[in-house]
């Protein structure tokens, strides 16, 4: 089992910054994927940025590219996802998922997953 714990959510204006944090515990993670995604009122959950834990290799979402930057840090356990220019359209619950081997896009596939943190961006 893999507990995942997203942090870092709140209310910010168009333009800001802003970085969630995902908490991992419960087993090594070296063989694992850790993903962000995201879902808004009404619409399917979509990836956003994945990396993989052992080498660090990051992947975005080609609408995230330039604005979101995925990374995480080995010692403490933890992805990150750095948000910059915040739209209104940003505005959903950021999830944070993990899963073994290859990365995917699509959120099935993922077998664990946080509770979720809400962004809003308002204009």
């Known amino acids: 089992q893999v507990q995942l714990v997203e942090s870092g959510g709140g209310l910010v204006q168009a333009g800001d910054s802003l970085t969630l944090s995902c908490a991992a515990s419960?087993?090594?993670?070296?063989?694992?994927?850790m993903a962000w995604f995201r879902q808004a009122p009404g619409k399917e959950r979509e990836f956003v940025a994945s990396i993989t834990w052992s080498a660090g290799t990051p992947y975005s979402a080609d609408s995230m590219q330039g604005r979101f930057t995925i990374s995480r840090d080995n010692a403490k356990s933890t992805v990150y996802l750095q948000m910059n220019g915040l739209k209104p359209e940003d505005t959903a619950v950021y999830y944070c998922?993990?899963?073994?081997?290859?990365?995917?896009?699509?959120?099935?596939?993922?077998?664990?997953w946080g509770q979720g943190t809400q962004v809003t961006v308002s204009s």
């Open positions: 998922a993990a899963k073994r081997y290859y990365m995917t896009k699509n959120s099935w596939e993922y077998d664990y």
């Open positions: 419960g087993r090594t993670l070296s063989n694992y994927v």
